[in-house]
């Protein structure tokens, strides 16, 4: 991860999660991916909150403490008079996406609120080659979206509190041989989802906006994005 990002979008006061995270995204070593509490996965965190600063949305941290049964979703992004939710997961294998995914949906309703769920799937992509990844990438948010919206059909039970999903992984190094000789390239690549079962609707509006900011930030760290 990109730490001089995340240093350039850190807000001037000084808060105690932030430092607690950012403690934990340097601690340990780098390529321990064991979950959920490894370094990786707070830099994930740190980086979607980059990826929206740079988007220009404005970014708070919950203040309730957490220890009532009321969980703290990651991130809340203002959006008119309400806040939405955003929690960041970072499963380390295919086999635990799913089981984080419907996690971070459960850490946004006890929070009592809307908003979307991010993945960072880079881990799961060790192995693919990078041409490979967009298609992987789609695959894996199709499944994903479909444990919280049918199409045609709707929400799932107990998900319509969910608005959006977002895909990202980063990065991928390659090797490119030309004339003039070797040179890498990173490539990184994101897929996104907005769930409504009508267009122009709140929740419609509402899982829109989020994702343009995500997919905006994003695109400004060097992503590609994909909508659906």
């Not at 979950?35 to 994930?44: I, K, L, W």
């Not at 000789?181 to 509006?205: C, D, K, L, M, P």
Request: aromatic fraction near 8%; charge should be negative; include cysteine.
């Amino acid at each position: 991860m990109d730490f001089a990002d995340i240093a350039r979008t850190l807000p001037s006061e000084r808060h105690a999660d932030y430092r607690k995270d950012l403690t934990r995204a340097i601690a340990g070593p780098l390529d321990d991916t064991s979950e959920p509490g490894s370094a990786a996965q707070f830099q994930s965190q740190l980086m979607v909150r980059t990826a929206l600063v740079k988007a220009g949305a404005d970014t708070t941290l919950p203040t309730w403490s957490g220890r009532d049964s009321r969980k703290k979703p990651d991130l809340l992004v203002e959006d008119s008079l309400v806040h939405l939710a955003v929690e960041v997961k970072r499963p380390s294998k295919w086999k635990t996406m799913l089981p984080r995914s419907v996690d971070a949906a459960a850490q946004i309703a006890d929070a009592g609120l809307q908003g979307g769920v991010v993945l960072d799937v880079t881990d799961c992509l060790d192995g693919v080659p990078p041409d490979e990844w967009d298609d992987a990438l789609l695959r894996a948010a199709e499944e994903v979206a479909e444990l919280f919206f049918v199409q045609k059909r709707g929400f799932q039970p107990g998900y319509s509190h969910i608005l959006m999903l977002l895909l990202f992984a980063r990065p991928a190094w390659y090797a490119v041989e030309e004339k003039g000789g070797t040179h890498v390239t990173v490539y990184n690549s994101s897929v996104s989802w907005v769930f409504a079962t009508e267009r122009g609707t709140i929740g419609y509006q509402r899982g829109h906006r989020l994702r343009s900011l995500l997919e905006r930030g994003l695109n400004r760290l060097g992503f590609t994005s994909h909508e659906q």
